[in-house]
Nanobody
Framework: QVQLVESGGGLVQAGGSLRLACAASGRTFSNTGMGWFRQAPGKEREFVAAISWSGSYTNYADSVKGRFTISRDNAKNTLYLEMNSLKPEETAVYYC??????????????????WGQGTQVTVSS
């Protein structure tokens, strides 16, 4: 198991930017695929982005393509999510998660075995 702790959430105006971080410990981070999900009030948790263990491959939900960037620093055991041009409807708790697999599309919650506690992102209009 890998332990995950998110940070960097907060309040931002529509059109603004935030950078989330996810610190990992435990199982070797550099061998683990990683992802970001989000859950808005009253809605199901949804996939946002994923990155392979090396960082060479990334996937994004269509709704965030071109605005969000997932990256990782294996030397620091840290995952990042750079979010630009944020919209009020993207207000949610953002979670990072770890996976032992990789696929080009169709990520679901069950693909990920370890989860962080989440960080709140609030986008005001």
């Amino acid at each position: 198991q890998v332990q995950l702790v998110e940070s960097g959430g907060g309040l931002v105006q529509a059109g603004g930017s935030l950078r989330l971080a996810c610190a990992a410990s435990g199982r070797t981070f550099s061998n683990t695929g990683m992802g970001w999900f989000r859950q808005a009030p009253g809605k199901e948790r949804e996939f946002v982005a994923a990155i392979s263990w090396s960082g060479s491959y990334t996937n994004y939900a269509d709704s965030v393509k071109g605005r969000f960037t997932i990256s990782r620093d294996n030397a620091k055991n840290t995952l990042y999510l750079e979010m630009n041009s944020l919209k009020p409807e993207e207000t949610a708790v953002y979670y990072c998660a770890a996976t032992s697999k990789w696929k080009s599309t169709g990520w679901t919650l069950s693909d990920f075995g370890s989860w962080g506690q989440g960080t709140q992102v609030t986008v005001s209009s």
